[in-house]
């Protein structure tokens, strides 16, 4: 009797945490649809503008227990605002400092959901080698695709930085200090390996 417990409380265990492991869905961004576009006050009299992109990196999300994970890798070296002489000074040392420091992350586990969406993630961005709080407020996020077609998630996304956090002052106050972050995402879920 004793070992049909066993096997039972077993077999329990392990439909449980499949369980689980089902509700969790991980994702790979799509590099033709996740940029990150920039926004910060010029002279107090317009907006320089600019993006990165395509994005790197993975998602992990469970909507049921309210939970997930990301990891984005941005490389700096993908600057465009247009212009490409403002791209180069943008990129030296005194503000992205590109050659020692190419690539951004952003890391988070922090996930916020309202009414059964998401509505916020909360992690930590490192630029320059130094890593900040940061906050990214869902506009809109949904999936879409059903079985067998691989399932598509993404949104739009909305933070603010303030570029002396990172040690980059230049032009502090005629430029701004806050920089508006405004990202664009989709992924594609990974194909769960057969056993």
């Not at 990196?57 to 212009?83: C, H, M, S």
């Not at 952003?106 to 916020?112: G, L, M, Q, S, T």
Request: glycine share 8%.
């Amino acid at each position: 009797m004793k070992p049909r417990i066993s096997m039972l409380l077993c077999m329990a265990g392990w439909l449980a945490a499949s369980a689980a492991q089902a509700q969790s869905q991980t994702f790979e961004l799509d590099p033709e649809h996740s940029f990150v576009q920039f926004e910060v006050r010029h002279f107090d009299t317009s907006t320089l503008r600019g993006r990165f992109g395509p994005l790197r990196g993975e998602v992990t999300i469970d909507p049921a227990a309210q939970r997930g994970q990301v990891g984005v890798a941005i490389d700096l070296r993908t600057l465009n605002t247009g212009f490409r002489p403002l791209d180069s000074r943008l990129k030296e040392a005194d503000l992205l400092d590109i050659t020692t420091q190419p690539t951004a992350y952003f890391v988070a586990e922090r996930f916020r959901f309202e009414n059964g969406h998401l509505a916020e993630v909360r992690g930590e961005f490192t630029l320059r080698g130094v890593g900040v709080p940061l906050s990214l407020r869902a506009r809109r996020f949904a999936c879409i695709g059903e079985p067998p077609q691989p399932r598509r998630c993404g949104g739009d996304f909305e933070g603010e930085l303030r570029r002396s956090d990172f040690g980059a002052t230049f032009g502090l106050p005629l430029i701004a200090d806050t920089v508006q972050l405004r990202l664009q995402v989709e992924a594609l879920q990974v194909p769960i390996p057969k056993p």
